[in-house]
């Protein structure tokens, strides 16, 4: 199987692989599960001085990504046929869910845009069909981050990266639950045991108290993912 292809659009190519040179996505990476490529945006820059950014329309602090420059680099980095989704990390975008990265892990691959500065040209977004994904309701000074988040938690679950046993089925956000505890060795932590039933080898009773500890925690924590997985479950009746 041919692997799976991440093109990453950046004005700071040597923050990449970065973590994803380590651990899962790093020995995927040498195994070549993977392939990462990353295109610098400044190659096609204007002028002697490769300039990418200038003020914006309507004044204003701050410096905009020109619309030109990254048409330019997208316009060379990607060849015509190219299927796979182009994401822009961008605060504005719908957040990043488990469901999309498990979608993306199971394309070809993922073209991914960091923004530096105040954005980049809104035109461009629509110009070449940019979908805005955002990692969480807060500013990174830049989509580098962004990205080497998404392509972590998508590299994971690509074949043969975790390991048969451990496919993400039963992790968090899958089928709106977060996960139940997890305990290990030593039995007792300072004055503190492991719950019983797991020490008990009854897998029934294991399974059903796991199901039930993600439930509740679910409720407590995030019963907008319940709610969510409900309402999916259950097409609205008129
Ligand atoms: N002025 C922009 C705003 O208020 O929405 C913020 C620009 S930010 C300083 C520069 C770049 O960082 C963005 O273009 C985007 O690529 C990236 N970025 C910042 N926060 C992000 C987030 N929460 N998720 C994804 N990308 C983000």
Same mark, same amino acid.
């Given at each position: 199987m041919s692997s799976w292809r991440a093109t990453v659009f950046t004005l700071f190519p040597e923050m990449l692989p970065g973590p994803l040179g380590? =651990? %899962? &996505?790093? *020995? &995927?990476?040498?195994?070549?599960?993977? $392939? %990462? /490529? $990353?295109? *610098? @945006?400044?190659d096609h820059g204007i002028g002697r001085h490769r300039s990418v950014d200038d003020t914006p329309a309507g004044g204003g602090a701050g410096m905009v990504l020109r619309a030109d420059v990254l048409a330019a680099s997208l316009d060379a980095g990607l060849a015509a046929g190219d299927t796979r989704p182009r994401l822009l990390m961008s605060p504005r975008g719908a957040p990043l869910t488990q469901a999309q990265v498990r979608d993306l892990s199971q394309r070809q691959g993922v073209v991914l845009v960091c923004g530096r500065f105040e954005g980049i040209d809104e035109r461009i977004i629509e110009a070449r069909g940019l979908t805005e994904v955002s990692i969480g309701d807060y500013v990174l000074s830049g989509g580098e981050l962004a990205a080497m988040v998404l392509l972590d938690a998508a590299v994971r679950l690509l074949p043969g990266v975790m390991g048969k046993e451990a496919s993400g089925a039963e992790e968090s956000f899958e089928d709106g639950r977060l996960e139940y505890p997890h305990y290990t060795k030593?039995? *007792?932590? /300072?004055?503190?045991? @492991?719950? /019983? @039933? %797991? %020490? =008990?080898?009854d897998h029934a009773k294991i399974a059903a108290w796991r199901k039930a500890e993600a439930l509740r925690i679910t409720q407590e924590r995030r019963p907008d993912l319940l709610q969510g997985a409900e309402a999916k479950a259950e097409p609205r009746k008129r």
């Open positions: 380590v =651990s %899962l &996505a790093g *020995d &995927a990476l040498v195994r070549g599960v993977w $392939t %990462l /490529e $990353t295109q *610098d @945006i400044r030593p039995r *007792d932590f /300072e004055g503190r045991a @492991i719950p /019983e @039933i %797991l %020490l =008990s080898g």
